[in-house]
Antibody, heavy 120, light 110 residues
Framework: QVQLQESGPGLVKPSETLSLTCAVS????????WTWMRQSPGKGLEWIGH???????QYNPSLRSRVTISVDTSKNHFSLRLSSVTAADTAVYYC??????????????WGQGTLVTVSS | QSVLTQPPSTSGTPGQTITISCSGS????????VSWYQQLPGTAPKLLIF???LRPSGVHDGVSGSKSGTSASLAISGLQSADEADYYC???????????FGGGTKVTVL
């Protein structure tokens, strides 16, 4: 059963860049697509973007100017960089595997999530 | 403001059946399949239903999903205390070219 694990700093200063990595274990990253989501305290889920194993990406238009998602198939992990962060970027960040079959898409499994706080 | 609309909360007694609605539009639910996720307190979302009405292995058969037009619903029968959680619907949105989620429904077992 494939497992995902997020890692990265839990505290980032305003205007700096948030960087997270999601390690994929017990499965290959060279299929499916790999997604970052976030959940602000007490709020719902927000899609940040995703990367295919080929390296092609899609981003949420509301974050596109600040987001970069990349994949490293040799290390079986993918990464998120979010620049110029503000307090509004404080959230639990999740990575998840996406499956796509025609008009059917779903996300499973998810990582356990990592809380990132933006504060000076 | 979430793209998909869910009731913020619902409740039921043990053994009852509850349903959660999820309303969208032609660019998402009307064109693409719906998935549902359960989020227990302090944990990550877990896939509950995919492709509108399919259960992954390990999800009990008291959970079911359906879709009609631009709306979907999740039903949980034989409600148990272990079902207390937040539930989110999701669908691909062709305008966003990405997934959209409902705001979540908190289920309380009385």
């Amino acid at each position: 059963q494939v497992q995902l694990q997020e890692s990265g700093p839990g505290l980032v200063k305003p205007s700096e860049t948030l960087s997270l990595t999601c390690a994929v274990s017990r499965g290959s990253i060279s299929t499916y697509y790999w997604t970052w989501m976030r959940q602000s305290p007490g709020k719902g889920l927000e899609w940040i973007g995703h990367v295919y194993y080929s390296g092609s990406t899609q981003y949420n238009p509301s974050l596109r100017s600040r987001v970069t998602i990349s994949v490293d198939t040799s290390k079986n992990h993918f990464s998120l960089r979010l620049s110029s962060v503000t307090a509004a970027d404080t959230a639990v960040y999740y990575c998840a595997r996406g499956t796509h079959q025609m008009s059917v898409r779903w996300f499973d499994p998810w990582g356990q999530g990592t809380l990132v706080t933006v504060s000076s | 403001q979430s793209v998909l609309t869910q009731p913020p909360s619902t409740s039921g007694t043990p053994g009852q059946t509850i349903t959660i609605s999820c309303s969208g539009s032609t660019s998402n639910i009307g064109t693409n399949a719906v998935s549902w996720y359960q989020q227990l307190p302090g944990t990550a979302p877990k896939l509950l239903i995919f492709s509108n009405n399919l259960r992954p292995s390990g999800v009990h058969d008291g959970v079911s999903g359906s879709k009609s037009g631009t709306s979907a619903s999740l039903a949980i029968s034989g409600l148990q205390s272990a079902d207390e959680a937040d539930y989110y619907c999701a669908s691909w949105d062709d305008s966003l070219n990405g997934p959209v989620f409902g705001g979540g429904t908190k289920v309380t077992v009385l």
